[in-house]
T-cell receptor, first 118, second 111 residues
Framework: DAGVIQSPRHEVTEMGQEVTLRCKPI?????LFWYRQTMMRGLELLIY????????DSGMPEDRFSAKMPNASFSTLKIQPSEPRDSAVYFC????????????????FGPGTRLTVL | EDQVTQSPEALRLQEGESSSLNCSYT??????LFWYRQDPGKGPEFLFT???AGEEKEKERLKATLTKKESFLHITAPKPEDSATYLC????????????FGTGTKLQVIP
C-alpha cells in the first residue's frame, strides 16, 4: 500500500485566496483525521470522519475552514479566505476499523502539506 | 480541558547515554496513552499504546511506561538514528477515536 497520500506537498498563496488540501486514506481504513501542526501549538486535531461522516469538528478554528469526505477514498480540507495565521503543516491520517468504537487503532499519517499564506 | 505536557522540550544526548522523556497528563478519564515518533519533514509514526497504570511496552532501545499521572519513554544506549521528535497523545473515555497530542520532545543523539 502507498500509505496516506496528500497533495499538494507545498502550497504558497496570498491572503484572501482559497486553498484546498487533498487526502487519500489507506484502503480499508474507515477513520480519517485532519490535523494542523505549528511550532507554537503543536499537533491539533481539526476534524475527523468515520465512514465518511464527520464525527467531531470541534477543532475547526472558524467558519473559514471546511472539510468534506465524499467517498471512502478522498477527503478535502478547504480554507476560504486564507489568512497568514493559517500557515502551518496540515496532516491527514487514517486508521482501520475499531472494535465497535472501543479501543484505539494506530493512526497512519501522510507526509503533510506545508501551507504558507503571504 | 484535557492537557498533555511533555518535558523537556529538547534533549541532546551522546550516543550510548541513556535518558527518559516525560509526558504528564491531566484528563477527565484516561482511556489510552500513545507514543509517536516524528522525523523532520514527515508525519508522526506510531510507536506504542499504553492502557493501564503499570503497563510497559518495549521496542528495540525504547521502553514506554505508564502511571496514573504520567508516562515515560526510556531510551537505552541511544544511537544517532533515534534522533527525532517524540510525541505523546492521550485518549479519554467518551472521546471515541479523538486524541490530544503534546507538543513533543526533540531528541538529538550525537555520535
Amino acid at each position: 500500500d502507498a500509505g496516506v497520500i496528500q497533495s499538494p506537498r507545498h502550497e504558497v498563496t496570498e491572503m484572501g485566496q482559497e486553498v484546498t488540501l487533498r487526502c487519500k486514506p489507506i484502503s480499508g481504513h474507515d477513520y480519517l483525521f485532519w490535523y494542523r501542526q505549528t511550532m507554537m501549538r503543536g499537533l491539533e486535531l481539526l476534524i475527523y470522519f468515520n465512514n465518511n461522516v464527520p464525527i467531531d469538528d470541534s477543532g475547526m478554528p472558524e467558519d473559514r475552514f471546511s472539510a468534506k469526505m465524499p467517498n471512502a477514498s478522498f477527503s478535502t480540507l478547504k480554507i476560504q479566505p486564507s489568512e497568514p495565521r493559517d500557515s502551518a503543516v496540515y496532516f491527514c491520517a487514517s486508521s482501520p476499523p475499531g472494535l465497535a468504537g472501543l479501543g484505539y487503532n494506530e493512526q497512519f499519517f501522510g507526509p503533510g502539506t506545508r501551507l504558507t499564506v503571504l | 480541558e484535557d492537557q498533555v505536557t511533555q518535558s523537556p522540550e529538547a534533549l541532546r544526548l551522546q550516543e550510548g547515554e541513556s535518558s527518559s522523556l516525560n509526558c504528564s497528563y491531566t484528563v477527565s478519564g484516561l482511556r489510552g496513552l500513545f507514543w509517536y515518533r516524528q522525523d523532520p519533514g514527515k508525519g508522526p509514526e506510531f510507536l506504542f499504546t499504553l492502557y493501564s497504570a503499570g503497563e510497559e511496552k518495549e521496542k528495540e532501545r525504547l521502553k514506554a511506561t505508564l502511571t496514573k499521572k504520567e508516562s515515560f519513554l526510556h531510551i537505552t544506549a541511544p544511537k544517532p538514528e533515534d534522533s527525532a521528535t517524540y510525541l505523546c497523545a492521550v485518549q479519554v473515555h467518551g472521546g471515541y477515536q479523538k486524541v490530544t497530542f503534546g507538543t513533543g520532545t526533540k531528541l538529538q543523539v550525537i555520535p
